[in-house]
């Protein structure tokens, strides 16, 4: 079977081709993943700004779609099905998408497979790695999500935790804003973070320890929070200001800055590593991985990777290409939900808060 993913859930127009080999210790491969980033346009604004996206991708579409059908020498007529992902992100760039989607898949009579944005950030560690040992526990961690999954069997995910404001990503992205960093910011942080000492900035560490009313059957512990942190960096940096006298347009020191990037780095690793072990640990998980667009930070990597080691748990981690959007991860779950005979019909619509 070949699939053609489309994805276009934020600020990242992409299209890919995959292909099952039928083989369990690599059950997919990339015939083509083409991703036109939105980026440069964004960091004018220092945020990704939903009705630029969503034209942005209008323009895109159909050039990232040749292109990723082109190299992999197929057209959507042989194709046997069209992934395209459903939900969950911003509505006006997920319809661009799934309206391109309906009409090539009407076109060519080819099947609509409907895909879940986090369920493809699961499978690119599949799509790289083979099949997890089950059950497994992977923590998503991305601009607009930090959750954590239990995987018992192929293609099923249950929710065991998720951050209660911000996620992770977003924590990253607002504190270089406050450091006067680029969009997107987690890369620079994580750049400058590197060789400074992690514990110059006294910085909170945030352990939920009640359920949250909003989601009573989730145990709660499991939870995230990441908005305390941000505040408590924010006055941080509100009183250096002062206490340095800068004035509108002048920046921190570089030491500073890069100081505050690898304190709130320790922090926020910290919390995601020993919470995706502890949970781990309680599931009995014979695996653990980790997803989403911050897997791409050289500490995360790196603890979670030590961490695995010390705990014997297999880790799967995805390349830096496959760990922010991308479409190759969509066509691979829509590989998996095909199989299993899930397609949509000319009525599938967006869902901005689609669930897992
Ligand atoms: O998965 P993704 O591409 O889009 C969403 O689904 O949200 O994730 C984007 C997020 C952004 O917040 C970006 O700052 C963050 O991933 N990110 C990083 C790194 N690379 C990307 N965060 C920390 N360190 C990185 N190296
Ligand atoms: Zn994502």
């Not at 042989?78 to 992100?89: F, I, M, R, S």
């Amino acid at each position: 079977m070949i699939v053609l993913g489309i994805e276009t859930s934020c600020d990242e127009t992409a299209a890919a081709v995959v292909a099952d080999t039928g083989r369990p210790s690599r059950p997919w491969e990339i015939r083509s993943s083409i991703v036109a980033s939105q980026a440069a346009i964004h960091r004018e604004w220092g945020g990704v700004v939903p009705e630029l996206a969503s034209r942005q991708h209008v323009r895109d579409i159909c050039g990232v779609v040749e292109q990723a059908l082109a190299e992999a020498h197929v057209t959507v007529g042989g194709c046997d099905a069209v992934a395209v992902t459903q939900g969950p992100g911003l509505v006006g760039s997920l319809l661009v998408g799934i309206s391109f989607a309906k009409a090539l898949a009407w076109h060519a009579n080819r099947p609509l497979v409907p895909v879940h944005h986090l369920a493809g950030h699961i499978e690119s560690l599949v799509l790289e790695e083979g099949e997890m040992p089950l059950p497994a526990v992977v923590l998503v961690v991305s601009g607009g999500h930090t959750s954590l999954y239990r995987i018992p069997s192929p293609g099923t995910y249950v929710l065991l935790g998720r951050t209660r404001d911000d996620a992770a990503g977003e924590a990253y992205d607002k504190v270089a804003k406050m450091l006067g960093l680029g969009y997107p910011g987690g890369p620079e942080v994580d750049r400058l973070a590197q060789s400074v000492n992690d514990r110059l900035v006294a910085l909170p560490r945030t352990r939920l320890t009640h359920p949250d009313r909003n989601a009573p059957h989730l145990p709660g512990r499991r939870d995230f929070s990441f908005s305390g942190i941000k505040t408590a960096i924010s006055r941080h940096v509100i009183g250096r200001r002062e206490a340095l006298n800068l004035g509108f347009g002048q920046a921190l020191p570089a030491e500073e800055v890069a100081a505050v990037c690898a304190s709130f780095q320790r922090v926020v690793v910290g919390t995601l590593v020993d919470r995706l072990f502890e949970t781990a640990a309680e599931e009995g998980a014979k695996s653990v991985g980790i997803g989403g667009g911050v897997s791409a930070n050289a500490r995360l990597r790196r603890d979670a990777t030590s961490r695995a080691a010390k705990t014997d748990l297999p880790l799967f981690l995805p390349s830096l290409a496959l760990s922010t959007d991308n479409a190759a991860m969509i066509a691979a779950a829509g590989l998996r939900r095909y199989a299993a005979g899930v397609t949509a019909d000319w009525s599938l619509n967006a869902d901005a808060s689609l669930r897992l």
